[in-house]
């Protein structure tokens, strides 16, 4: 999907923001940071490291686009080719305007600019807001006159997950993504909204995503439904967004739901608006929190993967032995493996 096989880096800065609670002050930088090979690899992978996990906004303004603070300058820096530097001071003056609140750590602010890259086909520019708050030990070995010696020292994890704002705009039109990153859920309200005040992007690929979430979280917490069906219905969920191209709501719930006594009002009224073309990518990302898991009371989890979902009843039977008073599972297979 991202093609950083041409991507180059073309400029970066450094600010640094100050929390409320700290004594040191916020600091402008007025330089570029020099571009080495070095710090281009780092800057990368602080960028793009796990990228596809990252959620696909747009930016957002409940009046008028312009007056969002991170497009605009975002817009000036990357289409009309203006002065990166005072419009990165502008991104960091409006990072500390928002970053009053006494929770808000302090951390140094890296602005990146990129070019070459090419997304879905088409070529980007692309502008990385990276805030670090927090440092980690390192250990240093050093080799003097075969003397060996230790020393630690705190510094960035390039892996980490920082909190991170990644601006795609098209050269072709002003078309503009933003691919965002946070360390924590409580980071959304401040990082996502303050800041970079962006909303999901409500496409194709944002309503598969949402109708595999409310399937899933229906099946997994109907009281109505024993555990193996569980595992039955998430099989046949997948395999119908595998199968079809399009999703229709009333369908997927008359091919899936064969039980009548299930009330699945509640799912449909959820799931109808949402009808969409289906995006593949998207099943695939989600298809890993689709558990086809039964977990039992003695710590024993019995996990499924069925290659078709009308197997289920013929590889597992649930039964209850008087004698000892307790349920059980038998599992039928060909081979150990």
Not at 99 to 105: D, F, L, T, V
Not at 198 to 220: A, G, P, W
Not at 267 to 285: C, D, G, Y
Not at 325 to 336: D, G, L, T
């Amino acid at each position: 999907m991202l093609d950083l096989s041409k991507c180059v880096l073309e400029k970066a800065i450094l600010h640094y923001i100050s929390s409320p609670l700290e004594k040191v002050k916020s600091v402008i930088s007025h330089n570029l940071i020099n571009e080495s090979e070095n710090f281009h690899k780092a800057f990368s992978t602080l960028s793009f490291n796990k990228f596809e996990e990252n959620e696909i906004c747009e930016f957002f303004h409940e009046s008028e686009l312009n007056l969002n603070e991170v497009y605009f300058y975002s817009k000036e820096i990357l289409i009309k080719s203006k002065d990166f530097i005072e419009n990165s001071q502008n991104i960091a003056k409006h990072l500390i305007e928002v970053s009053r609140h006494p929770n808000i750590k302090g951390g140094e602010l890296l602005i990146l600019k990129f070019i070459g890259a090419r997304y879905e086909n088409k070529e980007v520019e692309i502008l990385s807001i990276v805030k670090i708050e927090d440092k980690e030990q390192f250990l240093q070995i050093n080799n003097l006159n075969e003397r060996l010696t230790i020393s630690s020292f705190k510094g960035i994890n390039l892996k980490q997950n920082n909190k991170l704002g990644l601006i795609m705009f098209f050269k072709e039109n002003d078309e503009s993504l933003v691919f965002v990153k946070k360390r924590k859920q409580d980071d959304a309200v401040f990082w996502k909204e303050n800041f970079l005040n962006v909303k999901y992007k409500v496409d194709e690929r944002y309503k598969t995503e949402q109708i595999l979430k409310q399937c899933r979280q229906f099946i997994n917490n109907n009281p109505e439904l024993a555990p193996e069906k569980k595992v039955e219905y998430l099989s046949k969920s997948i395999d119908f967004f595998k199968e079809e191209t399009y999703f229709d709501a009333e369908r997927y719930v008359k091919k899936i739901f064969t039980e009548k006594n299930i009330d699945i009002s509640y799912l449909q009224n959820q799931i109808k608006p949402f009808e969409t073309n289906i995006v593949s990518e998207a099943v695939r990302k989600v298809e890993k929190k689709f558990i086809k898991t039964i977990v039992l009371d003695s710590d024993i989890n019995i996990k499924i993967s069925l290659k078709e979902h009308g197997e289920i009843n013929e590889i597992l039977e649930k039964g209850f032995d008087q004698e000892k008073n307790r349920n059980y599972y038998k599992i039928y297979f060909e081979e150990e493996k």
